[in-house]
């Protein structure tokens, strides 16, 4: 019994001697996720001109990681939160796993009604680390395999990936080892620390669905939301420091989600330069944001961390722009020059501002302008951990990005198609008249091209982004064979990941895919 016990105990030694061996020289990786944040929500140009809205916006952390890294102008997402989150952490197209709408409470879907269309079940209960959940996508998350090839791995702020009442609801169900205000919410009842996140002082919860759980130290006091879990991250890194192993933070800020509570350190600046209450209290989301960061790097830099960390930065759909619908957002000009904001396929939707500093690999003040999609971080982000040997039970659409990377700009041919699926109704039927491919949508990307197809009516656009970075002028009739070759190859793709789509109310019939003919109706 002895030798047996001792064997063990041998064994295990020395199976942790091996991984920690095998990750010492490891890099530490941070994925730095804003919430809402379109492409031109800072003041570092993501455009080949700097624009109004870049002149607006204080985000001089940005441009400090920049300035050691690599911007990435054609970064994409999905349009809404869920999917993009869904995909990062499974390196799946939305298509594959049809977690294509925002998610909450189990068993709950959060389509929006449509009178002419019925909408498609889809995985309402989000991504799961196995099948025991219905209306869910199994995978194992790029988290769980840095974990298990030795990372450290911490998960603070939003997480927004699995249902109430389902194991990935809790981040420390799906490869975190560490989760500090993660829960299936999807935006934050409060940003004040005088209103307690969310919570009553006595814990109950005033805001049932998205009180943010786990920052109690921080109640009735004045820590704005961001600067509370920035304070958590960095007491996270802190314990991370102590540990002979590589650490992987996602900090993934609620900000700049509405609501749009005033954070009193940036607001009045902004009000100072003219602007009105509403579109200051958003500037001021996003320059706390931008604090955040900087504070993130001014701890790497005084820990002399900076030199084998990768920091990356991403926004998981594009800026709120639609008018009213709760009464308190910003109006449609903040995503200019690109069409469209959060929920729509248009670039506004999609296009995020991404920036990635990995010392000894990204030039210094560089831009990529080769497009990538949010699927790509999983093999990319396990590429750079030198994690090339892994089985997932899911198919990995992403490719990884790092040749873009080393490649510096414009070097990879761009014969890759980008697939986005979104056959829900997100907001009411009203906001889809405007224009602004709001509703039943896909859309295809391949080299400058793309097309937008709409389920509701079999309409198609296509636009010519390196001429029409605003989508504004239609080619689809004067381009008839590009808009046949993209329809085909969006519909075969659509088909062979088994994608859902919405049906006809009147004839309970499916919409017809991009490459089916339009019925007689």
């Not at 996508?137 to 769980?144: D, I, M, R």
């Not at 296509?462 to 969006?490: F, K, Q, T, W």
Request: aromatic share 10%; charged share 20%.
């Amino acid at each position: 019994m002895k030798s047996k016990l001792f064997c063990s105990i041998a064994t295990g030694l020395s199976g942790a001697a091996a991984v920690a061996a095998q990750t010492a020289d490891r890099p530490n990786i941070i994925l730095f996720m804003v919430d809402d944040m379109g492409w031109q929500d800072t003041s570092v140009p993501f455009h080949s001109d700097t624009t109004l809205l870049n002149r607006r916006y204080h985000t001089p952390n940005m441009q400090r990681l920049a300035d050691i890294g690599t911007r990435f102008s054609s970064a994409y997402a999905c349009s809404i939160s869920s999917p993009t989150r869904c995909s990062l952490m499974t390196g799946m197209n939305q298509a594959r796993h049809r977690v294509t709408n925002w998610t909450f409470e189990l068993n709950t879907s959060t389509d929006e009604p449509n009178p002419n269309l019925i909408m498609p079940d889809w995985n309402y209960n989000g991504i799961q680390p196995d099948s025991s959940v219905n209306n869910s996508a199994t995978g194992t998350s790029f988290v769980q395999l840095l974990h298990d090839a030795g990372y450290h791995t911490i998960h603070v702020g939003k997480a927004h990936f699995g249902a109430t009442h389902t194991p990935a609801e809790n981040p420390l169900n799906y490869g975190f080892d560490v989760n500090i205000a993660g829960h299936a919410g999807g935006g934050p009842a409060s940003y004040l620390g005088e209103r307690c996140f969310g919570y009553n002082p006595d814990g109950t919860k005033w805001h049932e669905k998205f009180a943010v759980p786990g920052l109690e130290k921080y109640w009735q006091t004045d820590t704005f939301l961001t600067e509370a879990l920035t304070l958590e991250a960095i007491n996270a890194l802190d314990s991370a420091r102590t540990l002979s192993q590589p650490f992987y933070l996602y900090l993934a800020h609620y900000a700049i989600h509405v609501p749009l509570d005033k954070d009193s350190r940036f607001y009045d600046r902004y009000r100072s330069e003219g602007l009105d209450d509403t579109e200051a209290r958003y500037a001021a989301l996003i320059e706390g944001m931008d604090k955040s960061l900087g504070d993130i790097l001014d701890y790497l830099t005084e820990h002399d961390m900076l030199r084998n960390t990768i920091v990356i930065f991403m926004s998981d759909n594009g800026g709120v722009c639609y008018q009213g619908s709760r009464g308190e957002v910003p109006g449609g000009r903040h995503n200019a020059p690109l069409r469209g904001g959060k929920g729509s396929v248009y670039e506004g939707g999609t296009r995020e501002p991404m920036i990635v500093y990995w010392p000894g690999h990204t030039t210094p003040g560089t831009t990529v302008n080769d497009y990538l999609i949010i699927e790509d971080f999983f093999p990319s982000i396990l590429e750079m951990a030198g994690i090339d040997n892994y089985s997932v039970p899911q198919t990995v659409d992403g490719k990884s990005f790092v040749p873009l990377i080393n490649s510096s700009s414009d070097t990879v041919t761009q014969t890759r198609a980008l697939v986005w699926n979104t056959p829900h109704t997100w907001l009411p039927v009203s906001f889809e008249q405007h224009g602004q491919g709001y509703g039943q949508t896909c859309a295809i990307r391949r080299g400058d091209y793309k097309l937008v197809y709409f389920y509701s009516d079999g309409k198609k656009e296509l636009y010519n982004l390196a001429d029409d970075i605003g989508e504004n002028h239609n080619l689809a009739s004067a381009m008839p064979d590009m808009v046949g070759e993209l329809s085909r190859m969006l519909g075969q793709y659509l088909r062979s990941v088994d994608a859902q789509r919405p049906s006809f109310r009147d004839t309970m019939k499916p919409c017809p895919w991009p490459d089916e003919p339009w019925p007689q109706r």
